[in-house]
Each structure stands twice: as structure tokens, then as C-alpha cells.
């Protein structure tokens, strides 16, 4: 089992200084989480009733810091922490630029990144970036082929519906090379499984439902073994948030629902502790508590 620590949020408790990320990731690495995660946002609208997946946790005019610069940052103050995307929208990113950017970040941290990637929801978003919304996926797909195609060949060459170039260099090459876990956060189609089956490593459910994590593990899990893979695919995924008899969420409780949720199929849980600190003394605490399922 691996834990991630997300740290979404957790700058609001040092007034906002995006720079407490490197104290939090410190903590994270003493205490043996095996990444941490960022998340992303490029631009915010003013409509964020249209957000799928329940009530949109901030204003339109929240800061949202670029993921992989905030790596970055983390990369240069860390030694042993996998720095991870929780998750980045792929196809506002120019292919070309991704590819240059994560391998960057790659060598800086001495092979440490790992990707989550995903569509997007926000319309707004991809028109303030003079990216199609209605060919998202497609862009997505293409995106993510070149970066591994830029990633592993030199020369490289692509042909594709929205993309094309013919034989150039992009170095330096990541020091994973074209194996950059990618963990997606899609719904795990059929269609999708087989396509993360041949570039990917795994899966970031949007739901804490067993059933819902269990029914998206057992396709992908049967897209490995058609595509001949010898590993199985990595499953990150949050417990449900469990709250105490006065509504307020409780990290003792939550952690109760662990073997339940990897029975289901988690294999790494990601964690966010903004969801149970009331004060910065608070965040040690926490962590330490989340630490201590590894050893049990």
C-alpha cells in the first residue's frame, strides 16, 4: 500500500504562503508517505455550478498555483517523495511544452514525477486557452502519445488529427524515460481501459464508492492482462470521509474504512488533510496519524 498526501488547501492554515508546501512535504517524507500531490486549475470561470462532481470547493477568484512548478519548488527541498499531479487538465498543455516540462521536472528530481492526468470539466477554461472543449479527449489522447513519443525517440515523428511533426529532438529526455507513471482520472470505460492499458499505469477514481472503485479496477485489471501486462494498475483513490456524532470530519474514523476500500481494489490511498486540521499544529498530528496504517 502506498499513501499520497494531498496538499490541497493546506496553505490557507500559514496565510496563504504557497512556500508552507515544502514544510508539509518534509513532514510527508519523515513520516513515509510515498508521494505528494497538487492539483490544478489554469483559469476559473464564474461557472462553477456546472462542476460534475458535487459543490465546487472555492470562489471563482481562489489562487490555483501551476502544478508542476509547485513540484518544482517541492523537488528542489525533497530528497525520497514521489511528486505527483492530483490531477493535471492534459489537453490545456501544448504537447510539445508538457513533454519539456515534466521531463525538466523529471531530471530535477532525480525520476520522482509521476502524472495524474485528466479532461477538464470547465468550458471556460479551454476557451481562454484556444483549446477545442468538444475535442478534449481526443487532444488528450494525442497529447499524452507525443509526450511519451518525445520522451523515448530521437528523433521523433507524430501524425495525428490535431497534431503533426516530423523528426524532432526534445532533451533533455526525462530520467524515467517514456515510463513517467501516468494514472488517470477518467471514467473507466471499456474504451479508456484499453487505451490507459497501452501507455498507462493506472487509475484515479472520482468516487470513494467500493462498488463504483471495484467495477472500474476489475476493466482495467482485464485491459492489462489482454494488452500481455505483467503488472497490475495502480488504483489512487480517497476513503470515504466519515464524521463524528457533531457532523465534523474525523481522521480516526476514516482510517477505519481502510481495509474496506483496498478489498475493493485501492492500492494507494491519497489522502487530503485539509478535510480534518482545524489549526497548523494540527497538520503534524494528522499526518502522523495517516502514517502509522502503514505499519499496521
Same mark, same amino acid.
Given at each position: 500500500?502506498?499513501?499520497?498526501? &494531498?496538499?490541497?488547501?493546506?496553505?490557507?492554515?500559514?496565510?496563504?504562503?504557497?512556500?508552507?508546501?515544502?514544510?508539509?512535504?518534509?513532514?510527508?517524507?519523515?513520516?513515509?508517505?510515498?508521494?505528494?500531490?497538487?492539483?490544478?486549475?489554469?483559469?476559473?470561470?464564474?461557472?462553477?455550478?456546472?462542476?460534475?462532481?458535487?459543490?465546487?470547493?472555492?470562489?471563482?477568484?481562489?489562487?490555483?498555483?501551476?502544478?508542476?512548478?509547485?513540484?518544482?519548488?517541492?523537488?528542489?527541498?525533497?530528497?525520497?517523495?514521489?511528486?505527483?499531479?492530483?490531477?493535471?487538465?492534459?489537453?490545456?498543455?501544448?504537447?510539445?511544452?508538457?513533454?519539456?516540462?515534466?521531463?525538466?521536472?523529471?531530471?530535477?528530481?532525480?525520476?520522482?514525477?509521476?502524472?495524474?492526468?485528466?479532461?477538464?470539466?470547465?468550458?471556460?477554461?479551454?476557451?481562454?486557452? &484556444?483549446?477545442?472543449?468538444?475535442?478534449?479527449?481526443?487532444?488528450?489522447?494525442?497529447?499524452?502519445?507525443?509526450?511519451?513519443?518525445?520522451?523515448?525517440?530521437?528523433?521523433?515523428?507524430?501524425?495525428?488529427?490535431?497534431?503533426?511533426?516530423?523528426?524532432?529532438?526534445?532533451?533533455?529526455?526525462?530520467?524515467?524515460?517514456?515510463?513517467?507513471?501516468?494514472?488517470?482520472?477518467?471514467?473507466?470505460?471499456?474504451?479508456?481501459?484499453?487505451?490507459?492499458?497501452?501507455?498507462?499505469?493506472?487509475?484515479?477514481?472520482?468516487?470513494?464508492?467500493?462498488?463504483?472503485?471495484?467495477?472500474?479496477?476489475?476493466?482495467?485489471?482485464?485491459?492489462?492482462?489482454?494488452?500481455?501486462?505483467?503488472?497490475?494498475?495502480?488504483?489512487?483513490?480517497?476513503?470515504?470521509?466519515?464524521?463524528?456524532?457533531?457532523?465534523?470530519?474525523?481522521?480516526?474514523?476514516?482510517?477505519?474504512?481502510?481495509?474496506?476500500?483496498?478489498?475493493? &481494489?485501492?492500492?494507494?490511498?491519497?489522502?487530503?488533510?485539509?478535510?480534518?486540521?482545524?489549526?497548523?499544529?494540527?497538520?503534524?498530528?494528522?499526518?502522523?496519524?495517516?502514517?502509522?496504517?502503514?505499519?499496521?
Amino acid at each position: 500500500m502506498k499513501l499520497v498526501l &494531498g496538499l490541497f488547501g493546506l496553505e490557507n492554515f500559514y496565510g496563504g504562503d504557497i512556500s508552507s508546501y515544502i514544510e508539509i512535504s518534509q513532514m510527508g517524507e519523515e513520516l513515509g508517505f510515498d508521494s505528494v500531490s497538487v492539483t490544478d486549475h489554469v483559469v476559473m470561470g464564474k461557472n462553477l455550478h456546472k462542476y460534475p462532481f458535487g459543490k465546487f470547493p472555492l470562489p471563482s477568484e481562489a489562487p490555483w498555483y501551476e502544478p508542476l512548478s509547485l513540484l518544482t519548488m517541492i523537488a528542489s527541498c525533497t530528497s525520497k517523495i514521489k511528486l505527483a499531479t492530483a490531477i493535471l487538465i492534459t489537453p490545456l498543455r501544448n504537447p510539445a511544452l508538457l513533454a519539456k516540462t515534466a521531463a525538466s521536472l523529471d531530471v530535477i528530481s532525480k525520476g520522482r514525477l509521476e502524472l495524474g492526468v485528466g479532461l477538464g470539466w470547465q468550458k471556460e477554461e479551454f476557451d481562454t486557452a &484556444g483549446v477545442s472543449f468538444e475535442d478534449r479527449s481526443d487532444i488528450f489522447w494525442e497529447t499524452l502519445d507525443i509526450c511519451k513519443a518525445l520522451w523515448q525517440d530521437s528523433p521523433a515523428s507524430f501524425k495525428g488529427k490535431h497534431f503533426n511533426f516530423d523528426d524532432i529532438w526534445c532533451h533533455p529526455q526525462p530520467t524515467q524515460g517514456q515510463n513517467i507513471p501516468l494514472l488517470f482520472g477518467l471514467k473507466m470505460t471499456h474504451e479508456n481501459a484499453n487505451k490507459i492499458a497501452k501507455i498507462g499505469h493506472g487509475w484515479i477514481p472520482i468516487k470513494t464508492s467500493r462498488d463504483f472503485i471495484l467495477a472500474g479496477k476489475d476493466i482495467l485489471s482485464d485491459a492489462f492482462n489482454k494488452e500481455g501486462r505483467q503488472d497490475q494498475p495502480r488504483i489512487r483513490g480517497q476513503l470515504p470521509t466519515c464524521v463524528d456524532d457533531d457532523g465534523v470530519p474525523n481522521i480516526d474514523l476514516t482510517l477505519k474504512e481502510l481495509e474496506k476500500s483496498m478489498a475493493a &481494489g485501492l492500492n494507494e490511498i491519497e489522502f487530503f488533510p485539509i478535510n480534518f486540521v482545524q489549526a497548523p499544529d494540527d497538520i503534524y498530528k494528522v499526518l502522523k496519524l495517516i502514517s502509522e496504517v502503514k505499519k499496521s
